[in-house]
């Protein structure tokens, strides 16, 4: 018996070394119901929403997985007549609460004078309270970036701070904005933050703040943040500027591990380092909540001036739905999707990437190849 648990490891560690797909020594142990079909809510939104979570459904099908969607087309950022959306419907609302999970495109925010409605995609957050939005940046071997050997988990609180929402006119041509912070959800967000690293087997979490300006708001994220941070002793605890951290994640990427911010600078740290790893069509993300999660593009773009062209790049959305299905705990799935993905890119063939990542390939054709690794190296039957 001995004998053969050192031939089942050597095997292992070759196939590993040939870059196989190979199932772990030891079995994954479902609980009885996670064959169960499970039905995700789907919301393509606008812009190249519908065609990447068109694709993302032809990969799950090509899987066989056992997820059936429950989509909603109708739902856009601008009514028939061009005005904003007021707000989500209740039915899709309760859909998403009903589901706990949901895909969904970048639902477009247009920008007006006149425009007092709240964006739809914050409207989520707050509504399904989906305090914290995980991006994660990864540079890829075979997608041109400055940078290599970028690994980074940006966490931001995702329903309040300056996104709260509350603005109103003071006197004629002068209006206040406020940032509301709260001990509750920066504390949240600090737990999550370093459950994340802990469960992920990171290093190191750096808090981003302007608590030097913002004493009282930032001063009490940060707060929350050190009171956390004491219960992770074996998980390096940072803090860092907002201003030195941009100049930082261009100059030095691959120093950041996790960073845990408030709102707006998790906004604007999230898009720097889609940036640095080839754009918002390469990076995933999620927003998750107590029971809910709802998952698209890390960076949030809706791409209005290329959709309807085929061109959009399928990765983002491809990776998260490798989120999404360990999530809902079909890890062999996701590592089917996310191996299949990989296997396209490390392809470097120009006639698949899209011109974003400088290729001439499409939508499609990057769909069909990640679909043919699926039907062929990565099935799920290991040799």
């Not at 479902?30 to 694709?55: M, S, Y």
């Not at 949240?188 to 708001?217: C, D, P, Q």
């Amino acid at each position: 018996m001995r004998r053969n648990a050192i031939q089942a490891l050597r095997l292992l560690k070759s196939q590993q070394l040939q870059g196989q797909q190979v199932r772990a020594l030891i079995t994954y142990v479902p609980k009885p119901e996670d064959a169960r079909p499970q039905t995700v809510t789907l919301l393509p939104g606008d812009g190249i929403g519908p065609e990447l979570c068109n694709a993302a459904v032809d990969v799950v099908a090509a899987m066989h997985a056992p997820i059936q969607w429950e989509r909603f087309d109708d739902l856009k950022g601008n009514l028939v007549d061009g005005r904003a959306t007021p707000s989500i419907p209740n039915h899709i609302l309760e859909s998403i609460k009903r589901n706990k999970a949901c895909l969904k495109g970048t639902l477009y925010t247009p920008l007006t004078k006149t425009t007092a409605t709240e964006s739809l995609n914050v409207q989520l957050r707050k509504q399904l309270d989906l305090y914290v939005h995980l991006v994660h940046g990864i540079s890829f071997k075979d997608v041109p970036t400055r940078h290599k050997d970028i690994d980074i988990v940006v966490i931001r609180e995702n329903t309040e701070g300056e996104y709260s929402g509350l603005e109103h006119e003071v006197v004629p041509d002068v209006v206040e904005s406020l940032k509301v912070i709260t001990e509750l959800k920066s504390r949240r967000t600090a737990e999550y933050a370093f459950g994340f690293a802990m469960l992920n087997n990171r290093k190191k979490v750096t808090a981003v703040h302007k608590a030097n300006i913002m004493k009282m708001s930032d001063g009490l994220f940060l707060k929350e943040f050190r009171a956390v941070a004491k219960r992770y002793p074996s998980i390096k605890a940072e803090e860092m500027i907002v201003d030195n951290t941009c100049m930082q994640l261009v100059g030095k990427p691959e120093q950041f591990d996790v960073m845990v911010t408030p709102n707006l600078y998790g906004n604007l740290v999230s898009n720097v380092v889609a940036g640095l790893c080839g754009g918002a069509g390469v990076v995933p993300g999620a927003n998750v909540g107590e029971n809910v999660a709802v998952f698209e593009q890390g960076a949030r773009h809706v791409g209005k001036d290329i959709a309807g062209k085929g061109i959009a790049n399928p990765i983002s959305i491809f990776l998260s739905v490798a989120m999404m299905l360990r999530h809902l705990q079909l890890p062999d799935f996701s590592d089917r999707l996310e191996n299949a993905t990989m296997a396209v890119i490390s392809s470097h063939d120009q006639s698949v990437f899209t011109p974003d990542i400088g290729g001439t390939g499409s939508t499609h054709k990057f769909t069909e190849a990640v679909i043919k690794q699926l039907e062929t190296r990565f099935k799920g039957r290991y040799q």
